[in-house]
């Protein structure tokens, strides 16, 4: 029986963490589309709301299941959660603090973003295929 508001066996704050990341995605790909635009205040305030509140999710929500399931993981390193939860984790880490650095870097020097391009854009690669890899991590944890 589902505890959650989508159907699969996932919690209630993994379902809502699922439909945080869904918005994110919708703050990125505007903000991405406000930088090419040139419009680097409106990207830059996507861009804080996007860290902001991805890594209070971090915090909050997967951190702690993290925690919970390392032991497990630990122990079947092989077994299809922990194969799928590490690539999310490691990608999720990098494109979290890339982009904690980017907002921080472009709060001090705004006129930095047309330089910072090339990172800006791997740092959305990097979120994206961490979006990827948390869905399947969800996928696999709990369908």
């Given at each position: 029986?589902?505890?959650?508001?989508?159907?699969?066996?996932?919690?209630?704050?993994?379902?809502?963490?699922?439909?945080?990341?869904?918005?994110?995605?919708?703050?990125?790909?505007?903000?991405?589309?406000?930088?090419?635009?040139?419009?680097?205040?409106?990207?830059?305030?996507?861009?804080?709301?996007?860290?902001?509140?991805?890594?209070?999710?971090?915090?909050?929500?997967?951190?702690?299941?993290?925690?919970?399931?390392?032991?497990?993981?630990?122990?079947?390193?092989?077994?299809?959660?922990?194969?799928?939860?590490?690539?999310?984790?490691?990608?999720?880490?990098?494109?979290?603090?890339?982009?904690a650095?980017?907002?921080?870097?472009?709060?001090?020097?705004?006129?930095?973003?047309?330089?910072?391009r090339?990172?800006?854009?791997?740092?959305?690669?990097?979120?994206?295929?961490?979006?990827?890899?948390?869905?399947?991590?969800?996928?696999?944890?709990y369908?």
């Amino acid at each position: 029986m589902s505890s959650g508001i989508l159907g699969t066996r996932a919690t209630l704050v993994a379902d809502i963490n699922l439909l945080v990341q869904i918005a994110l995605f919708f703050i990125l790909v505007t903000a991405a589309w406000q930088g090419r635009n040139r419009r680097y205040e409106a990207h830059l305030k996507l861009m804080r709301v996007a860290v902001i509140v991805n890594a209070v999710a971090i915090v909050a929500v997967m951190n702690p299941s993290f925690f919970r399931v390392l032991p497990f993981a630990a122990r079947n390193p092989a077994a299809p959660g922990p194969t799928a939860m590490w690539p999310h984790v490691a990608l999720g880490a990098v494109a979290e603090l890339m982009g904690a650095y980017l907002v921080i870097r472009l709060g001090v020097d705004p006129g930095s973003a047309p330089r910072l391009r090339r990172e800006m854009a791997f740092t959305l690669v990097l979120w994206l295929a961490a979006l990827l890899a948390g869905f399947v991590t969800y996928y696999v944890w709990y369908m």
